[in-house]
Protein backbone atom coordinates (compact mmCIF):
# COMPACT_ATOMS: atom_id res chain seq x y z
CA UNK A 1 0.00 0.00 0.00
CA UNK A 2 1.65 2.92 -1.19
CA UNK A 3 2.02 6.06 0.94
CA UNK A 4 1.55 9.78 -0.05
CA UNK A 5 4.16 10.03 -2.85
CA UNK A 6 5.18 13.66 -3.86
CA UNK A 7 7.33 14.97 -6.98
CA UNK A 8 9.76 16.16 -7.58
CA UNK A 9 12.22 15.61 -4.65
CA UNK A 10 14.79 18.77 -4.97
CA UNK A 11 13.63 21.37 -7.45
CA UNK A 12 15.48 24.83 -7.59
CA UNK A 13 14.26 27.66 -9.62
CA UNK A 14 14.94 31.66 -10.25
CA UNK A 15 13.12 34.48 -9.00
CA UNK A 16 9.92 35.48 -11.21
CA UNK A 17 9.60 31.63 -12.48
CA UNK A 18 6.41 29.20 -11.95
CA UNK A 19 6.63 26.26 -10.63
CA UNK A 20 4.41 23.09 -10.16
CA UNK A 21 3.97 20.33 -7.46
CA UNK A 22 2.67 17.22 -7.63
CA UNK A 23 1.17 14.63 -5.26
CA UNK A 24 -0.53 11.42 -5.33
CA UNK A 25 -2.98 10.57 -2.21
CA UNK A 26 -2.60 7.48 0.37
CA UNK A 27 -4.68 4.62 -1.31
CA UNK A 28 -7.65 5.14 -0.60
CA UNK A 29 -8.18 9.08 0.42
CA UNK A 30 -9.82 11.76 -1.77
CA UNK A 31 -8.32 14.94 0.26
CA UNK A 32 -5.35 16.55 -0.60
CA UNK A 33 -4.07 19.15 1.76
CA UNK A 34 -0.65 21.28 0.97
CA UNK A 35 1.46 22.76 3.68
CA UNK A 36 4.88 25.18 3.56
CA UNK A 37 7.19 24.17 5.87
CA UNK A 38 10.29 26.87 6.17
CA UNK A 39 13.60 26.06 7.65
CA UNK A 40 13.28 25.93 11.48
CA UNK A 41 9.76 26.66 11.28
CA UNK A 42 6.35 24.27 11.84
CA UNK A 43 4.33 23.48 8.34
CA UNK A 44 1.98 26.22 7.27
CA UNK A 45 -1.01 25.46 5.70
CA UNK A 46 -1.93 26.65 2.15
CA UNK A 47 -5.13 24.95 0.56
CA UNK A 48 -6.82 21.75 0.90
CA UNK A 49 -8.59 20.49 -2.16
CA UNK A 50 -11.82 17.46 -1.96
CA UNK A 51 -13.74 16.61 -5.24
CA UNK A 52 -11.39 18.54 -7.73
CA UNK A 53 -12.55 21.73 -5.81
CA UNK A 54 -10.54 24.02 -3.16
CA UNK A 55 -12.28 24.19 0.29
CA UNK A 56 -10.18 25.63 2.33
CA UNK A 57 -7.39 28.34 2.64
CA UNK A 58 -4.82 29.32 4.52
CA UNK A 59 -3.46 32.80 4.63
CA UNK A 60 -1.22 32.52 1.25
CA UNK A 61 -1.17 35.12 -1.69
CA UNK A 62 -3.27 34.23 -4.63
CA UNK A 63 0.13 33.09 -6.70
CA UNK A 64 -0.23 30.21 -4.78
CA UNK A 65 -3.04 27.69 -6.77
CA UNK A 66 -3.92 24.28 -7.08
CA UNK A 67 -5.79 21.86 -8.98
CA UNK A 68 -7.26 18.26 -7.87
CA UNK A 69 -7.65 15.20 -10.58
CA UNK A 70 -10.31 12.56 -10.83
CA UNK A 71 -8.00 10.17 -9.43
CA UNK A 72 -7.74 12.48 -6.51
CA UNK A 73 -3.89 13.59 -7.09
CA UNK A 74 -3.21 17.67 -6.90
CA UNK A 75 -0.78 19.66 -8.12
CA UNK A 76 0.26 23.35 -6.16
CA UNK A 77 1.38 25.95 -8.33
CA UNK A 78 3.13 29.05 -7.34
CA UNK A 79 3.47 31.81 -9.77
CA UNK A 80 6.19 34.60 -9.77
CA UNK A 81 8.62 32.77 -7.17
CA UNK A 82 10.08 34.77 -4.43
CA UNK A 83 13.13 34.35 -2.60
CA UNK A 84 10.42 33.36 0.43
CA UNK A 85 8.92 30.74 -1.44
CA UNK A 86 11.91 28.70 -0.35
CA UNK A 87 10.89 26.02 2.01
CA UNK A 88 9.23 22.36 1.57
CA UNK A 89 6.02 21.89 0.47
CA UNK A 90 4.51 19.04 1.94
CA UNK A 91 1.57 17.09 1.00
CA UNK A 92 -1.17 15.64 3.65
CA UNK A 93 -3.94 12.83 2.37
CA UNK A 94 -6.96 12.08 4.19
CA UNK A 95 -10.40 10.61 3.76
CA UNK A 96 -12.78 13.38 3.22
CA UNK A 97 -11.89 16.91 4.35
CA UNK A 98 -13.08 16.18 8.49
CA UNK A 99 -12.26 12.85 8.38
CA UNK A 100 -10.77 11.44 11.56
CA UNK A 101 -8.10 13.51 12.90
CA UNK A 102 -5.68 10.90 13.45
CA UNK A 103 -5.57 9.22 9.95
CA UNK A 104 -3.94 12.45 7.74
CA UNK A 105 -0.61 10.78 6.46
CA UNK A 106 2.16 13.46 4.99
CA UNK A 107 4.49 12.65 2.10
CA UNK A 108 8.37 13.31 2.09
CA UNK A 109 7.50 17.05 0.60
CA UNK A 110 9.57 18.55 -1.83
CA UNK A 111 12.26 20.88 -1.35
CA UNK A 112 12.46 23.87 -3.41
CA UNK A 113 15.13 26.55 -3.32
CA UNK A 114 14.66 29.99 -5.35
CA UNK A 115 17.90 31.52 -6.10
CA UNK B 1 -3.86 36.38 16.32
CA UNK B 2 -3.46 32.67 17.50
CA UNK B 3 0.21 31.82 18.67
CA UNK B 4 1.32 28.22 19.29
CA UNK B 5 4.76 28.00 21.02
CA UNK B 6 6.73 24.86 21.97
CA UNK B 7 8.89 25.15 24.77
CA UNK B 8 12.62 25.43 23.19
CA UNK B 9 14.23 24.91 19.93
CA UNK B 10 16.61 22.09 21.02
CA UNK B 11 16.84 19.87 23.89
CA UNK B 12 19.67 17.20 25.06
CA UNK B 13 18.84 14.33 27.16
CA UNK B 14 20.70 11.48 28.46
CA UNK B 15 19.17 7.64 26.90
CA UNK B 16 17.21 6.49 29.47
CA UNK B 17 15.79 9.28 30.76
CA UNK B 18 12.95 10.86 30.39
CA UNK B 19 12.09 13.81 28.13
CA UNK B 20 9.70 16.80 28.60
CA UNK B 21 8.81 18.48 25.40
CA UNK B 22 5.83 21.63 26.14
CA UNK B 23 3.66 23.13 23.79
CA UNK B 24 1.38 26.51 24.60
CA UNK B 25 -1.05 27.86 22.86
CA UNK B 26 -3.07 31.25 23.05
CA UNK B 27 -5.86 32.52 21.40
CA UNK B 28 -7.28 29.33 20.20
CA UNK B 29 -9.69 26.39 21.26
CA UNK B 30 -8.92 23.78 19.33
CA UNK B 31 -10.75 20.69 19.92
CA UNK B 32 -7.99 18.11 19.66
CA UNK B 33 -4.01 18.55 19.54
CA UNK B 34 -1.69 16.52 17.92
CA UNK B 35 2.34 15.61 18.26
CA UNK B 36 3.94 14.67 15.22
CA UNK B 37 7.89 13.59 14.81
CA UNK B 38 9.70 14.78 11.97
CA UNK B 39 13.27 13.57 10.83
CA UNK B 40 15.56 15.60 8.29
CA UNK B 41 14.10 15.58 5.45
CA UNK B 42 11.16 13.69 5.53
CA UNK B 43 7.84 14.68 6.47
CA UNK B 44 5.50 14.44 9.69
CA UNK B 45 4.74 11.28 11.55
CA UNK B 46 1.52 11.52 13.21
CA UNK B 47 2.41 10.23 16.83
CA UNK B 48 -0.69 10.73 19.73
CA UNK B 49 -3.90 12.83 19.54
CA UNK B 50 -6.04 13.83 22.53
CA UNK B 51 -9.21 15.62 22.61
CA UNK B 52 -10.17 18.72 24.16
CA UNK B 53 -12.11 16.41 26.66
CA UNK B 54 -9.03 14.41 28.03
CA UNK B 55 -6.62 15.15 30.44
CA UNK B 56 -4.03 12.01 29.52
CA UNK B 57 -3.26 10.01 26.76
CA UNK B 58 -0.51 7.08 26.86
CA UNK B 59 1.13 4.88 23.82
CA UNK B 60 3.94 2.05 24.28
CA UNK B 61 6.63 4.96 26.06
CA UNK B 62 4.38 8.14 24.98
CA UNK B 63 2.64 10.26 27.02
CA UNK B 64 0.42 13.50 26.27
CA UNK B 65 -1.31 15.96 28.69
CA UNK B 66 -3.91 18.40 27.94
CA UNK B 67 -4.35 21.13 30.21
CA UNK B 68 -7.27 23.75 28.86
CA UNK B 69 -6.96 26.17 31.65
CA UNK B 70 -3.31 26.57 31.26
CA UNK B 71 -3.61 26.09 27.24
CA UNK B 72 -0.50 23.38 27.65
CA UNK B 73 0.46 20.38 26.76
CA UNK B 74 2.88 18.19 27.57
CA UNK B 75 4.68 15.04 25.59
CA UNK B 76 7.21 12.56 27.24
CA UNK B 77 9.20 10.06 26.49
CA UNK B 78 9.91 7.78 28.87
CA UNK B 79 12.91 5.19 28.70
CA UNK B 80 14.43 7.30 25.81
CA UNK B 81 16.94 5.82 23.30
CA UNK B 82 18.88 7.80 20.65
CA UNK B 83 16.70 6.28 17.61
CA UNK B 84 13.91 8.65 19.51
CA UNK B 85 15.94 11.79 18.46
CA UNK B 86 14.49 13.67 16.24
CA UNK B 87 11.93 17.31 15.83
CA UNK B 88 8.52 17.04 17.69
CA UNK B 89 5.89 19.30 16.26
CA UNK B 90 2.79 20.01 18.29
CA UNK B 91 -0.27 20.75 16.09
CA UNK B 92 -3.66 22.03 16.99
CA UNK B 93 -6.53 20.97 15.61
CA UNK B 94 -10.44 22.75 15.01
CA UNK B 95 -13.65 21.01 15.76
CA UNK B 96 -15.14 21.83 12.57
CA UNK B 97 -16.54 18.66 12.14
CA UNK B 98 -17.15 18.34 8.24
CA UNK B 99 -14.78 21.17 7.24
CA UNK B 100 -11.04 21.04 6.49
CA UNK B 101 -8.81 19.79 9.23
CA UNK B 102 -6.50 22.73 8.88
CA UNK B 103 -3.49 22.40 11.58
CA UNK B 104 -1.85 25.23 13.09
CA UNK B 105 1.53 23.53 13.79
CA UNK B 106 4.46 25.08 16.38
CA UNK B 107 7.92 25.55 15.41
CA UNK B 108 9.34 21.99 17.01
CA UNK B 109 11.62 21.42 19.39
CA UNK B 110 14.52 19.20 18.28
CA UNK B 111 15.48 16.04 20.53
CA UNK B 112 18.56 14.84 21.04
CA UNK B 113 19.41 11.32 23.17
CA UNK B 114 22.46 11.37 24.23
CA UNK B 115 24.12 7.44 24.23
Known amino acids: DAGVTQSPTHLIKTRGQQVTLRCSPKSGHDTVSWYQQALGQGPQFIFQ???????QRGNFPDRFSGHQFPNYSSELNVNALLLGDSALYLC??????????????FGPGTRLTVT | SQKIEQNSEALNIQEGKTATLTCNYT??????LQWYRQDPGRGPVFLLL?????KEKRKERLKVTFDTTLKQSLFHITASQPADSATYLCALDPISSGSARQLTFGSGTQLTVLP
Open chain 1, 92 to 105: ASSLRPGGKPDEQY
Open chain 2, 27 to 32: NYSPAY
Open chain 2, 50 to 54: IRENE
Open chain 1, 49 to 55: YYEEEER
